[in-house]
DNA sequence: CGGTTGTAGATTGTCGACAATCGACTGAAT
DNA sequence: ATTCAGTCGATTGTCGACAATCTACAACCG
């Protein structure tokens, strides 16, 4: 049978999901600004559907965390403060040590080689001072340090966190940073994982995640004004 | 202005929440069984509501993982594996870590007290061989950790895991253990983190989950059978 | 003039009906 | 007998309309 490529690659999933992927990747981008109010009436005709699979996947983004809805008064995009940061950052770091403990246990066999190919492409993408894709391969980086681990639970629960650092990432641009520099940081990690050396992949990894962290709850500013 | 106790202490919630509350209840407690199915239809008439409010309530359980829908087929409990318990507490166990990490780290005033008044409470139930009030207690024991940890994140992470601990021991009656030492076993976490010891706080509270979740998991069994 | 009460507009919450999809069963053609 | 198209029943997915609630502002009373 001649391999089809498309033509279901459009309708194959719910207006529900299809909704869902375009809020929540407007949030992650920043498109839609934290305090923004969502009028379902406005958004519904927007998109051409009805409110009732927009206020489902409401329900569930309000579940994970990016919005926030008051009763009988609106839907909010979740406002990002400064402790969010840092407790953000702070659990990413126990998150991904867990992970590195596990993968270290377990002594998975293509852990290093997999992690390598990313950072080969890091290396690349540095020396085309191409920041889009070294920002996606960062977070393709340490999505491969959790999947690795082969903790379903863990991964579901980082996918909660990683989407907030996404959003985090989005809002505030880091570019003054020597991009090179940014790539070789996840050489220690890697040098770590093949050492099987865990007080010192642990401490590594805590190291990288806490100076992204404090780099930027430093320079984070929300305005705390409402008008 | 006299203070007037009650009156809106019944309805201000939305049949949403009502609706999530009673479902969450009925997982939790074990009262709907994993794989068991969820019609949107009857549910609705049984609790008296239409679908709408009944399917929000649906999307959040999803994406708490309480339950598992299939597009057009139905909504069912999540089936727990014996993996799925492995990995619940072995997270659990980095959570808790964690949480006594920033207590001792911030020297929090009034952890110790808190936490021996609810040992206290354990004691007074394991002498009454209340199994009941001591399971009780033992939740709000771990859930004070993660509370005065002060991480927020943490907590509402925590309590995705902390559900479906809950929906364990209900399904799993441990009941044939030492009611006296299942309570004295909090003890130890209690002496550590008075003694301020990192170390060997992480030890004792990774040894006191892990016990519990072994002993769970050992005695795990699914009916794979569906039928 | 200050404070309370009522009303209007906007927004969310809920409902009942209809459409789309799936799985099993049926039945005819080969 | 086997296979495949068609149909039926059940369930989820979506829609438009109506009800409940909140905020702001205006009107009324002291």
Known sequence: ????????HF??????ERILDTLKSAILSGELKPGQTLVETDLASQLGVSRAPLREAIQILN???LVSTVPYHGTTVTKL?????????SLRSVMESFAIQRILEQHHPTAVTDLQAIYERMIAAANDNNWRDLNMLDREFHDTIITLSGHSLLASTW???QMR???VMSLHNLRNRNIVQVANNHLPIINAITANDL?????????HIASTGDLIAEGWHVDEDAS
Chains 1, 2 share one sequence.
Do not use: C, H
């Open 1 to 8: 049978m001649p391999q089809l490529p498309s033509l279901e």
């Open 11 to 16: 309708n194959n999933k719910s207006l529900r």
């Open 63 to 65: 579940s994970e965390g």
């Open 81 to 89: 403060t400064r402790t969010d940061i840092e407790e953000l950052y």
């Open 159 to 161: 996918n909660t966190v």
């Open 165 to 167: 650092v996404q959003q």
């Open 199 to 207: 007080p010192l992949a642990t401490r590594v990894i805590q190291q």
